[in-house]
């Protein structure tokens, strides 16, 4: 039984670390454009394309806020495998983000990076750091108390 306390009580914390992080994403991603000086690209880009872009960044940040908001509240919870939907909100999320880090190798242009040790690196940061918050919720969506 102690063991299992020790191993829930990790599980909660290594939840919370991902909820901050999550939220710091969320932050970061409203800058993304002028951290990564894309201002100039998306002004010769249609003006759909510029708006759709915008939405989705504001979009993505609410839902990583969400995200991060219901980890830190519903953490024990959710380490727990308390309820039915602890569980299923811990894989969704954990979905989400291994989509995300699975993306980072499918999706991206190995161009963007090849060659640059400071956007190589990035990139691996991203993918380990995208990677490890979807094991994090799937150790948690799996997690049942014996």
């Known amino acids: 039984m102690n063991n299992l306390f020790i191993n829930n009580s990790i599980l909660d914390l290594a939840l ?7 939220f710091a994403v969320a932050i970061l991603n409203l800058f993304l454009i002028r951290i990564m000086k894309w201002k100039p690209d998306l002004e ?3 003006l759909l394309v510029r708006e759709v872009f915008r939405i989705h960044v504001v979009f ?8 991060a ?14 309820t039915p939907l602890a569980i299923w909100l811990a894989g969704a999320i954990g979905l989400f983000w291994l989509v995300r880090s699975a993306m980072q190798w499918l999706h991206y242009s190995a161009s963007h990076w090849h060659g640059n040790s400071l956007r190589t690196l990035i990139h691996w940061t991203l993918f ?9 919720y ?3 969506g799996l997690w049942r108390n014996a």
Do not use: D, K
């Not at 919370?16 to 999550?22: E, H, L």
């Not at 993505?60 to 995200?67: P, Y």
């Not at 380990?128 to 994090?136: L, T």
């Open 69 to 82: 908001v219901l980890t830190w509240r519903f953490a024990h919870e959710i380490a727990n495998a308390a």
């Open 44 to 46: 010769r880009a249609p």
């Open 128 to 136: 380990v750091g995208y990677g490890a918050m979807a094991f994090i």
């Open 16 to 22: 919370r670390a991902a909820a901050i992080a999550q």
């Open 60 to 67: 993505i940040s609410i839902t990583l806020s969400i995200f």
């Open 138 to 140: 799937f150790a948690a």
